[in-house]
């Protein structure tokens, strides 16, 4: 164990910085340290629960309980400080990856210690609450940390070396395009442009937007009016027809990229409101145990 | 003809008008040539409210005009006054199209036909030049305009831009903004966009595909009417509505001017400036050059030689420079006691590179350079230390310590630090005083400008810097003496980027060192260019082929424009016969590499794909320009979740602004390269910036200090578009209040509208360029990447980021 806690001290010095050579994400940090870390004091607990003798039996409110229970009290609100330290730069050595790479590891560490801080004492009250409130927050992180895992790559596929602007741009480009081609149509052919032409990229529900679904899509149904029609001239409208299916590739791929982006976010509306609700019951929980006294 | 003046001068600029106003108060019969209807046209054609600055600040401003910084409008309002209150004579609309005749009697012909005669003439017309003018009847109408200082002077207007290089096409491009609602039409004379930028083609091709702008090829106006324009189109003439023509023609550059009347230039280069005498004047007696066509592009110098032209002319001999006691400061840390003039003699006389250097360009290279005493033993500068300052030898001499315990003397008048200079490297050794000596420090911008205006002060440099480089390369030993076969057939040949130096399987037995810029060496391999290695500058290449005799193993070319020194085999070889050491070392040399080779090639056999994988993204990171970078930022996309915390925290290290665009810049095998300054090797930002306020850190970086001027001169020359001109944001509430409040913009770059409502009362920020400093000066390194929450975010120089290691992890 010495050896995981012998840091590299980065002197950071103007003259000699530390750097890395490779990429290395942060579950892997540091030659997953903190899965290390992490995994042996799950383990200690597990140890340390069966050969300790509580009477009558482990429960929360044994000096072995309170030990468990300060820790996992500890842990859970430096796990919450992640969220102020990732908004805070300072100028000394430091790594966010590093913490967030102890934050994941120490955060599924409390699955352990908060499970066998409750001596698998489950009811209806407030205490379990506040269990069931953590194991959710560990939880929609465990999903938080399989996205993170995941959906880069995707991301970056899709998006092909376009920013969001360029790709917001690019549909603006089609439908300045579509207005000017959309002239000589007749009004029953030039109605569904229109629609399309006063769609926002950006609107639909979340549903929508997380799914990548949007059945109700002007561009779409104005591609499937057009492609059917006949009363234009054939000329203008193929070329109509030729910058909708363009404007619905932009379309999609814009979407695409807004779904990733929002899997990738959504956990975290839920991560942190629970994250609250978790330290408000732990707070009645640690208060009320006080009575008990 | 009017009366004979005692002098005129030509151009009211700063330097002019500061010229006129000291003949003004001296009482000298003067004239004060301008060729527009208003004083100092440069600046009168800057845009609306922009922030002028003063700078350098430590020069004592000496003229009879006031000067501080401020909007244009304030400082052109203050000349005026100036003006009327020293009594210039000013004849307005006097362009000057001829000077003949000698001193006490030039006669100045203008373009009105006017003919004045004056003993001396002042030129002071900058180096903007003349606009074309139009050609067609018509065009002396008003509504045609050189230059818009505002696009939004103009709105719901039929618009037409002649011209259609980049100030054609950015005018235009300016004026058919969709909020202004003008009609805009751009015309050019001949059927492609051949002088301008490809960027700036293609901006204008998309406004054109989507109807903001017509574009018309092959047309040229022909004649101009108000309110309309008949145009002469492949097709026939035409006539389209017209308010407003932009022309864009290109302009005049003064120098054919300034050589008709007989001014010898130092050089046939776009850089070189006229010969001057410590007094200003030129080659023609009675003609002096003050200002921008000087070589002075400051308006604080322009305005002091102003004054002092005027007081030589007039017979002043005592009057010492402006720049007089900042000199003196300059010498003042030396044991001896001499005038600044006999320092400037002294070492004029006894440094081989300034003797061909003019009085007046020595106090110049003085001012932008340091001089000091050294005690025998004392450390000048330490091996590895970043720094591209050149140091020449006045007194005494120098030690350099080519490897531990061995020192070779550099003699007095050399010069050393020469290889920091040209290939912006870290310095190759330690060097120490090797008795009480006096060395000069001249910065890297001060002695790439001597050696662009004195030819001989650049072959000196040259062909020193040569003969070390190759002593630093080839160690063991070597003398002087030795290179000099090398060196005298030496050849120094340009290579743009991409260019094969080295063909695989060609016979040849050059060797060549890389002086700028960097090569990668690649290797066919089952028909596929398999990238070797990349060379930085101070390598060399081409010595497997003299060793063994046999044809080159691999092809050599360039990742970025450089300079490579070729020399020939035969040569090498008298210089490896004549110290076995030389050869013993590079045998060595070569056999690394040849083990490298043959390790690539191995694993080419078992593992193809990681080895395929290797050279495909070395060969995309050189295509993205990082051949010159010397730590650059790349983003891995596997890792990347896209919180834009690397921009935040960017931002937040610094003064509210980010340096970075992530998202912005290509992306091969999720390896991302986005739009951040890479702190070349050459930085192309450093190439031309006035107040000198770029330049390169200890740790390597490239950083500016205050004093920018807000010319935008480094962002135009940087090729990567990492340089923003922008103002600083208001500081923005603590982190706190806005996490528990919701107060504030929260972290990271406040939007615009934020900044606006947010800017203090009567405060307008100035516009100044913005670039990344590798967060010199924090500790913890740089924020980008210490902020990034999932490690996407690496600064890396390429050869570590490319080394054989990664492939031997990649391949297992």
């Known amino acids: 164990m010495a050896s995981l806690f012998q840091r590299r001290r980065n002197k950071a010095t103007q003259t000699e910085r530390i750097r890395e050579r490779r990429h290395e994400g942060f579950l892997r940090h540091a030659d997953f340290r903190w899965a290390k870390i992490s995994g042996g004091l799950c383990l200690l607990v597990i140890i340390s629960y069966a050969l300790v003798d509580v009477t009558p039996r482990h429960n929360g409110g044994s000096w072995y309980g309170y030990t468990l229970g300060t820790i996992g009290a500890g842990l859970i609100l430096w796990l919450t400080a992640l969220g102020y330290r990732k908004r805070k730069m300072t100028s000394t050595a430091w790594s966010l990856k590093a913490w967030t790479s102890a934050h994941v590891y120490l955060g599924l560490s409390l699955i352990v210690i908060g499970t066998w801080h409750t001596g698998f004492q489950l009811g209806w009250n407030v205490h379990t609450l506040a269990w069931a409130l953590m194991m959710l927050v560990i939880l929609s992180g465990l999903y938080g940390v399989i996205a993170y895992a995941t959906l880069p790559k995707a991301l970056s596929n899709n998006r092909d070396e376009m920013t969001q602007m360029q790709m917001l741009e690019a549909i603006r480009a089609f439908d300045r395009q579509l207005h000017a081609a959309a002239q000589p149509l007749t009004p029953e052919d030039t109605a569904p442009v229109l629609a399309a032409l006063e769609e926002d990229p950006f609107a639909g529900s979340i549903g929508a937007r997380l799914s990548g679904r949007y059945p109700k899509c002007a561009t779409a149904a104005a591609l499937r009016t057009l492609s059917a029609s006949r009363s234009s001239d054939a000329e203008a409208r193929e070329k109509v027809v030729g910058l909708l299916s363009q404007k619905e590739a932009a379309l999609t791929r814009l979407r695409r990229h807004l779904r990733i982006r929002g899997l990738l976010e959504i956990w975290l509306y839920v991560h942190v409101p629970l994250t609250f609700a978790l330290i408000a019951a732990l707070s009645a929980h640690i208060i009320s145990v006080f009575f008990y006294w | ?812």
């Open chain 2, 1 to 812: 003809m009017s009366e004979p003046v005692k002098v005129a001068i030509i151009g009211s600029g700063p330097a002019g008008l500061s010229a006129a106003s000291r003949a003004a108060q001296l009482g000298l019969s003067h004239v004060l040539l301008e060729k527009t209807d208003h004083l100092s046209d440069t600046i009168y054609k800057y845009q609306k409210g922009k922030h002028v600055m003063a700078t350098p600040n430590r020069l004592d401003l000496r003229s009879d005009c006031r000067f501080d910084e401020g909007a244009r409008e304030t400082i052109l309002g203050i000349w005026d006054e100036d003006a009327a209150s020293n009594k210039i004579s000013v004849a307005y609309h006097a362009e000057v199209v001829e000077v003949t005749g000698e001193k006490g009697a030039f006669q100045i012909k203008t373009a009105k036909g006017d003919i004045i005669v004056a003993e001396h003439i002042v030129l002071a017309i900058g180096t903007q030049g003349n606009p074309n003018r139009m050609r067609c009847p018509g065009n002396d109408l008003p509504h045609i305009i050189y230059t818009v200082d505002d696009p939004e002077d103009f709105k719901d207007k039929h618009i037409t831009v002649v011209g259609s290089g980049d100030a054609g096409i950015e005018n235009a491009l300016g004026v058919a903004e969709e909020a202004l609602e003008n009609t805009v039409t751009i015309l050019n004379r001949s059927k492609d966009f051949a002088r301008a930028k490809p960027k700036n083609v293609s901006d204008m091709m998309e406004a054109g595909e989507n109807g903001s702008m017509s574009i018309r090829t092959e047309t040229q106006p022909k004649l101009v009417e108000p309110g309309w324009l008949t145009l002469e189109t492949p097709t026939g003439d035409e006539k389209i509505e017209c308010d407003v023509i932009v022309a864009r023609l290109g302009s005049v550059a003064p120098r054919a001017f300034v050589e008709s009347m007989g001014i010898e230039f130092t050089g046939p280069d776009r850089e070189a400036f006229p010969k001057l005498s410590p007094t200003f004047e030129t080659t023609v007696p009675g003609i002096y050059v003050i200002g921008a066509l000087a070589g002075y592009p400051l308006i604080k110098h322009c305005m002091n030689q102003g004054y002092d032209v005027v007081e030589f002319l007039n017979g002043n001999q005592a009057l010492t420079p402006a720049d007089e006691k900042d000199l003196a400061a300059i010498f003042a840390g030396l044991p001896q006691q001499k005038s600044v003039s006999e320092w400037l003699e002294f070492l004029r006389t006894r440094i081989r590179i300034f003797a061909d250097v003019s009085p007046l360009q020595m106090r110049e290279f003085m001012l932008d350079s340091k001089i000091a005493f050294y005690r025998t033993g004392d450390v000048v500068f330490e091996k590895d230390e970043p720094g591209s300052s050149l140091f020449a030898i006045a007194d005494g001499q120098a030690l350099v310590e080519v490897a531990p315990g061995v020192t070779v003397p550099i003699e007095e008048g050399s010069i050393f630090g020469e290889v920091g200079l040209i290939s912006g490297r870290k310095r190759g050794a330690r060097i120490r005083a090797g008795a009480d000596s006096i060395f000069v420090e001249v910065s890297r911008t001060a002695a790439l400008k001597l050696m662009g205006s004195v030819p001989g002060a650049k072959r000196v440099i040259n062909r020193i810097s040569l003969e070390r480089q190759l002593l630093q390369i080839f160690k063991g030993g070597l003398t002087v003496e030795d290179l000099a076969p090398v060196v005298d057939d030496a050849e120094v040949i340009r290579v743009p980027a991409g260019k094969v130096v080295l063909q695989e399987g060609d016979a040849g037995d050059d060797v060549y060192v890389i002086r700028s810029g960097s090569m990668v060496v690649e290797k066919d391999i089952g028909g596929k260019p398999i990238f070797l290695r990349y060379l930085p500058a101070g390598s060399y290449f081409g010595e497997m082929a003299v060793l063994s005799g046999a044809p080159r193993n691999a092809t050599v070319k360039a990742a970025v424009g450089s300079e490579v020194i070729k020399l020939t085999g035969a040569g090498f070889k008298a210089m490896l016969a004549a110290r076995p050491q030389v050869r013993e070392a590079t045998e060595k040399a070569v056999a690394e590499r040849a083990q490298m080779n043959s390790f690539i090639e191995s694993r080419k056999a078992s593992y193809s794909s990681a080895v395929d994988l290797y050279s495909d993204t070395a060969t995309f990171i050189m295509k993205e320009g990082l051949g010159e970078a010397t730590d650059a930022l790349l983003i891995d996309e596997n890792l990347c979740v896209g919180c834009d915390n690397c921009e935040k925290a960017c931002a937040d290290s610094h003064e509210g602004l980010s340096r970075l665009d992530r998202e912005a810049g290509k992306t091969f095998a999720h390896l991302h390269v986005p739009t951040s300054c890479r702190h070349c090797e050459h930085p192309h930002c450093m190439a031309d910036c006035p107040p000198n306020v770029i330049h390169r850190g200890p740790d390597g970086e490239v950083f500016m200090e205050e004093g920018c001027i807000g010319c935008g001169n480094c962002m135009r020359n940087c090729p990567y578009g990492v340089i923003r001109m922008e103002a600083a944001p208001p500081e923005k509430p603590s982190l706190l209040r806005w996490l528990l409040t919701g107060f504030g913009p929260g972290p990271g770059e406040p939007s615009p509208k934020w900044t606006k409502a947010n800017m203090p009362e009567g405060k307008k920020p100035k516009k100044i360029a913005v670039k990344c400093d590798m967060c010199k000066g924090i500790s913890g390194g740089p924020a980008c990447v210490r902020a990034c929450p999932t490690g996407a975010a690496i600064r890396v120089s390429p050869e570590e980021f490319l080394s054989i290691a990664r492939l031997e992890e990649d391949a297992g």
